[in-house]
């Protein structure tokens, strides 16, 4: 009997494109955030949100990872801006090489902020550095206040929470304060915004706090 | 599930170390998970033994070892487990900490017999 010795992190070569691309945002001048959540938390509602808020002020691109369809990238043409569609074909969760692929269609363009729109799951893409400055989870208040416990990887790896639906909330059985001690249990260093999609309420204070981000 | 992409890798993997000519005298393949690594065990199980069905690799098995999530605390100074994967002390609340173990999923060993 022999046996080899390899003691690598199974996702090694995933981190060495990340590594790669997050060179390329470095030199760039690029921040990268990766946007996580389930299935219609929100996401590219708040995308639009933002880019509505940054208008021409901040050079924005975007990537959109989904499982089918270009759909969220149809929303997202009609701001004008650069964005790449990355079609997973039934794959739960982005990976470095789609991203770091994705760069040379913002060559010559000037981006100072890169939003990755992950595919909607709140456990796998937690597993995968995209080369992102950080990931921003989202979780609306109709998922319930319990997730960041059930799903404590994808806290554990965000630097923000986005609580996205507030508008809901007369209408949801959720407690925002439960669902802030709970995330802020799993990760104390979360920075978190409460944010409405449809009247706007929080974002722009989610947005100024990015923009200070920017590099 | 992102298990199956996982598992893929790690196969991919076994084939980098072992080499072609080799793979059908693999017998084990050693890995550990994480328990917070998000990572389900049986879901792994399951698609290594899909993928290798058939293949020079089919006489493996996977191994695996479930590690504990364990915190380093900056501020007591003490490491601590908990199951949760929570960035918190248990000796002292502190959220002042680091990751040791627990997080990450990792090939470990991969066991050959002599031909
Ligand atoms: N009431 C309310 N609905 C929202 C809000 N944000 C998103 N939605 C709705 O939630 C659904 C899913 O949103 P979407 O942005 O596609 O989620 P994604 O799957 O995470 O990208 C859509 O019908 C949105 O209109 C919000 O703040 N309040
Ligand atoms: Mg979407
Ligand atoms: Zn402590």
Request: net charge negative; aromatic share 6%.
């Amino acid at each position: 009997m022999s046996i080899i010795t390899i003691e690598r992190k199974v996702l090694e070569k995933n981190d060495e494109v990340a590594r790669k691309a997050r060179e390329e945002f470095a030199k760039r001048r690029m921040l990268a955030i990766n946007i996580v959540s389930s299935p219609g938390s929100g996401k590219t509602s708040i995308l639009e949100r933002m880019l509505e808020y940054f208008n021409d002020a901040v050079a924005v691109g975007v990537i959109e990872g989904d499982v089918q369809t270009d759909l969220d990238a149809q929303r997202i043409a009609k701001y004008d801006v650069p964005v790449v569609q990355v079609v997973t074909n039934g794959m739960c969760h982005l990976e470095a090489k789609f991203v770091y692929d994705s760069l040379s269609a913002f060559d010559g363009k000037d981006i100072r902020l890169l939003i990755i729109e992950n595919v909607g799951n709140l456990v796998c893409p937690s597993n995968y550095d995209l080369g992102e400055e950080f990931k921003v989870v989202v979780l609306s208040t109709t998922e319930g206040d319990d997730k960041p416990l059930k799903y404590p990887a994808m806290f554990r790896n965000a630097s923000v929470l986005l609580i996205n639906k507030i508008d809901l909330l007369p209408y949801v059985n959720c407690n925002v304060d439960s669902m802030i001690k709970n995330a802020l249990t799993v990760n104390p260093k979360l920075k978190i915004f409460q944010l409405s999609c449809t009247n706007v309420q929080g974002i722009a204070e989610w947005c100024g706090w990015l923009e200070k981000q920017l590099i | 599930m992102h298990e199956m992409s996982l598992a893929q890798d790690i196969v991919a993997s076994v084939r980098e170390h072992v080499g072609t000519e080799r793979l059908r005298s693999v017998t084990k393949v050693r890995i550990e998970i994480g328990a917070a690594s998000g990572v389900v065990s049986e879901s792994l199980q399951f698609a290594f033994d899909a993928i290798i069905q058939n293949s020079s690799l089919s006489a493996a098995t996977m191994e695996s070892t479930i590690i504990p999530f364990v915190v380093h605390c900056y501020h007591c100074g003490k490491d601590s487990q908990n199951d949760g994967g929570y960035m918190l002390c248990s000796e002292c609340d502190s959220s002042d900490v680091a990751i040791v173990s627990g997080a990450e999923l990792i090939l470990k060993q991969i066991e050959l017999k002599e031909m």
